[in-house]
Structure formats: structure tokens, C-alpha cells
């Protein structure tokens, strides 16, 4: 049973150019979202999505962030023109749709290291 | 405006003893925490979860427990093992049908031989 699969785990981009991450999901679950990790800080929320839909992408800066998760295929979170401000762990998490339970339990993938020269 | 603060950056623990981890909350809308392991250039791994219904929930070996009058909880590892060193995480949500997770910092759990 394979759990959340990103990748890939590291990318190294140069200014300006774009970055595409991408995540899929545990079998069975339909619900993804992405957290971002700033160095020596916890993970932060930025998007939510359920197939073919963004649910909330509140956390998300208003510019050159994108995420998207398609019928077919994993969820990309694109970033473009990317700054080094950029520079960070993403992470993706997914959970199985909502059984009725108050709050579901997110599980992680490995993350995506992101450098940005 | 941190709303999930754990204010020990780092813990020390010889193998065999007690582990305390803390977390303290300022929202009050929280209602369902969780704590999360972390080691190096991997994700968080799920541990343990309580609603704020309950002020204890156990585990094997790890227990967390609620505080809500003070916004607190903590989880406590007994016995410590040095398989247990690694980064530890609280992470909260706000309300019924919420799926923003708000983490903490982290602390890092070292445990000596």
C-alpha cells in the first residue's frame, strides 16, 4: 500500500525559471493538499484541492502560484519565475474522503526540496 | 502570529525515560490536534491524535494530553528510545469540517543511548 509520492524530492531551478512539483495521492484517498516548510519553521497551508476542483488555495501567494489536481494524473504545483524567496520544502498530503468524521488525518509524502540559485 | 507555539526547540532524553513534549494554542476555535514525527529530509509521519472532547488519548507507547482551560497539550513517550529522535511537530485544526492544518515549529527530540 504505497503511501504519498512526490517528486521530485529535490529540484534545482535558476531564477526566473519555473518550477513544477508534483504529488499523488494514497490509493483511495481524493482529497490533496500542499504545505509548504521555510527553514526552521513548521509547514505552512496553501492549497487545497479535490479532483478537478481547488477547494480553498487561501495560503497560496496571489502570483505566479498554481496547483491543480486533474481527473487523470497527479496533482502539479507550478511555480513560475521562481525567486529564491522560493527556496523551500514542499509537501504534499492527502486523505480519503470525508467518512462524516470531524477531522481527517493528513499523511504526508517525502517532500520536494526546492533550491533556488 | 503564531497560533500553535512549542517553545522548546530542542529536548534531550536518555533512552528508557520519559520523553514530555509541549505545545501551547491561542485559538480557541482549535478543536482536533495532532502530532506529527519528522526525521531528516523526509515527511511528517502521523503519531497520535485527540479531539477536544477528550483530555487523554493513548497509544503504546505515546500519550498526549489536553489542557483546554490552558491551551495546552503535551505528548509524553515512555520509554524513550533512540529509534524516537527526530522532530516533533503539533498541528491543529479549527472547527468541524476544516482541513487547514496550523503547525508549530517543531521540537527536536534527542534520545542518548
Known amino acids: 500500500n504505497a503511501g504519498v509520492m512526490q517528486n521530485p524530492r529535490h529540484l534545482v531551478r535558476r531564477r526566473g525559471q519555473e518550477a513544477r512539483l508534483r504529488c499523488s495521492p494514497m490509493?483511495?484517498?481524493?482529497?490533496v493538499y500542499w504545505y509548504r516548510q521555510l527553514p526552521e519553521e513548521g509547514l505552512k497551508f496553501m492549497v487545497y484541492l479535490q479532483k478537478e476542483n481547488i477547494i480553498d488555495e487561501s495560503g497560496m501567494p496571489k502570483e505566479r502560484f498554481s496547483a491543480e489536481f486533474p481527473k487523470e494524473g497527479p496533482s502539479i504545483l507550478r511555480i513560475q519565475q521562481v525567486v529564491r524567496g522560493d527556496s523551500a520544502a514542499y509537501f504534499c498530503a492527502s486523505s480519503p474522503p470525508s467518512r462524516g468524521l470531524p477531522q481527517e488525518t493528513q499523511y504526508f509524502g517525502p517532500g520536494t526540496r526546492l533550491l533556488v540559485l | 502570529d503564531q497560533q500553535v507555539k512549542q517553545n522548546s526547540p530542542s529536548l534531550s532524553v536518555q533512552e528508557g525515560r520519559i520523553s514530555i513534549l509541549n505545545c501551547d494554542y491561542t485559538n480557541s476555535m482549535f478543536d482536533y490536534f495532532l502530532w506529527y514525527k519528522k526525521y531528516p529530509a523526509e515527511g511528517p509521519t502521523f503519531l497520535i491524535s485527540i479531539s477536544s472532547i477528550k483530555d487523554k488519548n493513548e497509544d503504546g507507547r505515546f500519550t498526549v494530553f489536553l489542557n483546554k482551560s490552558a491551551k495546552h497539550l503535551s505528548l509524553h513517550i515512555v520509554p524513550s528510545q533512540p529509534g524516537d529522535s527526530a522532530v516533533y511537530f503539533c498541528a491543529a485544526y479549527s472547527g468541524a469540517g476544516s482541513y487547514q492544518l496550523t503547525f508549530g515549529k517543531g521540537t527536536k527530540l534527542s534520545v542518548i543511548p
Open positions: 490509493k483511495g484517498h481524493s482529497h
